[in-house]
């Protein structure tokens, strides 16, 4: 993962006082306000730029007096006493709370698809990762596609087959992005009232939804990390034990940023006696389970799907009951078993009265009901393209695990690709992903087997989340402007709390679940943006 960006010696000397390393692509942002670090993070998602690039042509100001000064100030501010009582707290007491007093924000550039799951597994981290939504991938920065090849690769016989269809499948997305733009500009024409900024980047976004498909899993993207201490141990501890090189050679990578930035909370993650031993008790359970899995008769592997599926595996046949108690708890001087037993005997209306008061008069989205609505939860087994999987898989306030990707669950041809005239390509992007799997599978590297495979594949993984975070995810990814993909997931979840679960009072109170949409998913929300860029423009 090297930086591809190219520096004057005059810029180089400005990012040297606010990143801890120039010329690669793993850093940490410094000397800066957190404001600005957060915003060049929330800039990633729409920018094909790196953090640098983006500091030096957006952000930074010559003369404004701000860089040198934080960086002088360290013995002033106490840092010395402060990291003389962190290290005592931390070394002697063991105290790890203290290190959830201290954040960092670093840059992971030139990440593939595969790490960047790796990298948002955790639930207390906040991630911003580079859209293949909004940022087309038909350049060739440095003069190469932006795909990682493997290390474990390197010097085989894989290695160029790899290479070949990992710039097959970026070729395609690229020939097909112009005449895909010229059929939806012919069915989806240009309404008078937009501007032609607002008409072509919803174009260019519905593009870039539907070809996204080609896109190989070991596509690069960018993401901004910002978490505590702590977390960044979590995350450091399942990095160096993970198979996969990628990742372990981002946890260096990391692990020596951050040790520039707060070293003191660092100094745990590869003692022998705490973080190494953590990391092997983890790659121990990880290899001990999966070696109980091969030795079970499981059933025959499924055949290919005929689409994407949602099914409810789990729930709770009287969770609307339960959220009722649970909402009148904090209200009622009883035990929570009396409580319950008192719902139970109330009629059905009176229930019902109570769980609209619990719920209230609902302004958007964002107004949820309490803790309440957390007593019931719901597992689904989701069916979805690797695309879609990525999305959802970025919700932490949930359980989600996933299987390996791999082609044997199928794909689709999106009908504008085929109306467009690409379907045939569109089929051999995918077949020749589903081969370099299986011979990479089927020569020992089925670790990486992955990397191969186009996101238009599908994915099973399962989402298990109580019925607040079931508000929150499906009313948020069945907006207008969201995929298509996820936007089918989230309504048949809504349809199974309803109609398998029989919770209809949850389900109804989940006002703002989107139905289909047809057209230009980002027209609306790019209207309100250039709305918005008016108004402040004055």
């Known amino acids: 993962m090297q930086s591809g960006d190219a520096f004057t010696a005059e810029e180089r000397a400005v990012l040297s006082r606010h990143v801890t390393d120039v010329d690669g692509s793993v850093f940490a942002l410094i000397n800066m306000p957190d404001v600005v670090k957060g915003a060049l993070f929330a800039r990633y998602s729409r920018s094909p730029k790196s953090i640098k ?7 930074y100001r010559p003369g404004d007096g701000a860089s040198s000064a934080a960086a002088d100030a360290g ?3 106490g840092l010395g ?5 962190y290290e005592r707290m931390l070394i002697e007491y063991g105290d790890d709370s203290v290190a959830q007093l201290v ?3 670093i840059a992971v550039e030139g990440a593939s698809n595969i790490l960047t799951k790796v990298l948002e597994w955790g639930r207390l981290m906040n991630y911003l990762e580079q859209s293949t939504r909004y940022v087309p991938y038909n350049d060739r920065p440095g003069g190469r596609w932006r795909y990682h090849v493997p290390s474990e690769l390197h010097g085989t016989a894989h290695e160029r087959p790899f290479v070949e269809t990992m710039d097959g ?22 309404d008078e009232a937009d501007t032609k900024a607002v008409y072509r980047q919803s174009i260019r976004a519905k593009a870039c939804d539907i070809l996204r498909g080609l896109l190989p899993a070991a596509t690069t993207s960018n993401v901004g990390l910002f978490g505590t201490a702590q ?7 399942r990095l160096q034990s993970h198979p996969l090189a990628e990742a372990r050679a981002a946890g260096e990578r990391i692990l020596a940023e951050l040790r520039k930035v707060i070293p003191i909370f660092m100094r745990r993650v590869d003692v022998p006696e705490r973080g190494t031993a953590w990391s092997r008790y983890l790659a121990g359970t990880r290899d001990a389970l999966a070696a109980q899995a091969a030795a079970l008769p499981l059933p025959a592997a499924a055949a290919p799907a005929a689409g994407p599926s949602v099914s409810l595996t789990e729930f709770d046949p009287e969770g609307e009951l339960n ?39 609902r302004g958007n989205r964002r107004h949820k009901p309490g803790r309440a609505f957390e007593r019931t939860a719901y597992r689904f087994d989701v069916v979805a393209d690797y695309g879609a999987f990525r ?27 085929a109306a467009c005239g690409g379907a045939a390509r569109w089929d051999e992007v995918m077949e020749r992903g589903a081969s370099l799997y299986r011979a990479l599978a089927g020569g020992g590297l089925r670790e990486i087997a992955p990397y191969a495979v186009p996101m238009a594949h599908r994915i099973r993984f399962y989402m298990h989340m109580n019925a607040r975070e079931a508000m929150h995810l499906i009313e948020l990814r069945t907006t207008p402007q969201g995929h298509a993909a996820y936007r089918w997931v989230g309504r048949e979840m809504h349809r199974l709390i309803a109609d398998e679960a029989g919770h209809h009072a949850i389900a109804a109170a989940m006002t703002f679940v989107g139905g289909e949409q047809e057209g230009l998913e980002r027209l609306a929300a790019e209207r309100a943006q250039e709305t918005r860029r008016r108004a402040l423009s004055g």
């Not at 499948?169 to 240009?190: G, I, M, T």
Request: charged share 25%.
């Open 231 to 237: 977390a960044f141990e979590a995350l450091l501890l």
């Open 75 to 77: 013995d002033a501010l």
């Open 169 to 190: 499948c970026f070729e395609a997305y690229n020939d097909l992005f112009e005449p895909l733009q010229a059929h939806l500009r012919d069915r989806f024409p240009k």
């Open 81 to 85: 006493r402060a990291e003389e009582l």
């Open 103 to 105: 954040g960092a924000h």
């Open 323 to 361: 959220v009722i108690a649970a909402a009148l708890y904090p209200h009622v001087a009883a035990p929570d078993a009396a409580i319950t037993g008192m719902v139970r005997m109330l009629a059905p209306e009176r229930r019902a009265e109570i769980l609209r008061a619990c719920i209230g008069e």
């Open 391 to 417: 999305d959802l898989q970025r919700h932490r306030m949930l359980t989600l695990d996933w299987q390996p990707l791999s082609p044997g669950l199928g794909y689709d041809v999106p009908e504008e690709v």
């Open 53 to 59: 690039r983006l500091f030096l042509d957006e952000f």
